[in-house]
C-alpha cells in the first residue's frame, strides 16, 4: 500500500513539475498566445473562413481583409508550413514564416506561397495578437490577379 502511495505522489510531484516548468519558459504567456492565435489564424486562411480569420486581423485592414472573401472562394489551400517563429525582446511584435500550398480552381496548377506574418499585441489587450496580413499577395500568387 505504501508503495502505492509513493508512486502515485511521485507521478503528482512530476506533473506539477512540467506545469511549472512550462510557465517558467513563457511566464506571460505571451509567446503560447502568439502560437495559438498565429495557428489559428493560418488554419482558417487555409480552409477558406475569411471571415471568420479577420478577427486576428489589424481593425484598420479588416475591411480590406474581408473584401477577398470571393477571391478565396477560388483557391484550395492543401497545406501549411509553419516556420520561425521571432518574437521581439519586449514581447510586443513578433514575425512568422508561412509557407501556404495549394492552387486556384481554374489552373489545378499547385503553387507554394511563402508570406511572413507581421504580428503585434497592444497594450491594454493582455496577450491578444494582430496580424498584418498578405492577403493581397497571396490572392494574386494563386489566382494571377489583384484584387
Known amino acids: 500500500m505504501f508503495d502505492r502511495i509513493m508512486v502515485a505522489v511521485m507521478v503528482m510531484s512530476l506533473a506539477m513539475g512540467l506545469g511549472c516548468a512550462s510557465?517558467?519558459?513563457?511566464?506571460?504567456?505571451?509567446?503560447?498566445?502568439?502560437?495559438?492565435?498565429?495557428?489559428?489564424?493560418?488554419?482558417?486562411?487555409?480552409?477558406?473562413?475569411?471571415?471568420?480569420?479577420?478577427?486576428?486581423?489589424?481593425?484598420?485592414?479588416?475591411?480590406?481583409?474581408?473584401?477577398?472573401?470571393?477571391?478565396?472562394?477560388?483557391?484550395?489551400?492543401?497545406?501549411?508550413?509553419?516556420?520561425?517563429?521571432?518574437?521581439?525582446?519586449?514581447?510586443?511584435?513578433?514575425?512568422?514564416?508561412?509557407?501556404y500550398h495549394g492552387y486556384s480552381n481554374t489552373t489545378f496548377i499547385e503553387k507554394r506561397i511563402f508570406e511572413t506574418q507581421q504580428w503585434t499585441r497592444h497594450d491594454g489587450l493582455k496577450n491578444v495578437w494582430l496580424v498584418k496580413p498578405e492577403i493581397e499577395q497571396i490572392a494574386a500568387a494563386f489566382v494571377g490577379k489583384r484584387h
Open 23 to 99: 510557465t517558467l519558459a513563457d511566464p506571460t504567456g505571451r509567446y503560447n498566445s502568439l502560437e495559438e492565435a498565429q495557428r489559428r489564424y493560418t488554419e482558417l486562411i487555409r480552409w477558406g473562413e475569411i471571415k471568420r480569420a479577420s478577427q486576428y486581423v489589424e481593425p484598420e485592414l479588416r475591411d480590406e481583409f474581408v473584401s477577398y472573401a470571393l477571391v478565396f472562394e477560388q483557391i484550395r489551400i492543401t497545406d501549411t508550413n509553419t516556420d520561425e517563429v521571432r518574437l521581439d525582446p519586449g514581447e510586443t511584435t513578433a514575425s512568422v514564416d508561412v509557407i
